[in-house]
Nanobody, 116 residues
Framework: QVQLVESGGGLVQAGGSLRLSCAAS????????MGWFRQAPGKEREFVAR????????YYADSVKGRFTISRDRAKNAVYLQMNSLKPEDTAVYYC?????????WGQGTQVTVSS
């Protein structure tokens, strides 16, 4: 069974940092671009960041550019999201998935709450 499991979320004050992890099992994702997405209460899920299969290219939503960094470890079949200078508007459930997203791969996500 293919699974993407997100972890690393939590409650943090504005200006703080968190590092999210996405662990893949059931298949290797080393040949896929991978991405992070988030969904805030009452809002649609939105794109946050993505990384190419090689790890050589990264792209970010304007709202997180300069504050978030996506990376991957192909050997560990894992993807990470380093989040710095967090803002209350970053509060959401964060998910990882392939690029483009596969409907079967959405996991439970990890909650990030940023207090002001």
């Amino acid at each position: 069974q293919v699974q993407l499991v997100e972890s690393g979320g939590g409650l943090v004050q504005a200006g703080g940092s968190l590092r999210l992890s996405c662990a893949a099992s059931g298949r290797t994702f080393s040949s896929y671009g991978m991405g992070w997405f988030r969904q805030a209460p009452g809002k649609e899920r939105e794109f946050v960041a993505r990384i190419t299969f090689s790890g050589g290219g990264t792209y970010y939503a304007d709202s997180v550019k300069g504050r978030f960094t996506i990376s991957r470890d192909r050997a560990k079949n894992a993807v990470y999201l380093q989040m710095n200078s967090l803002k209350p508007e970053d509060t959401a459930v964060y998910y990882c998935n392939t690029i483009p997203p596969h409907s079967d791969y959405w996991g439970q996500g990890t909650q990030v709450t940023v207090s002001s």
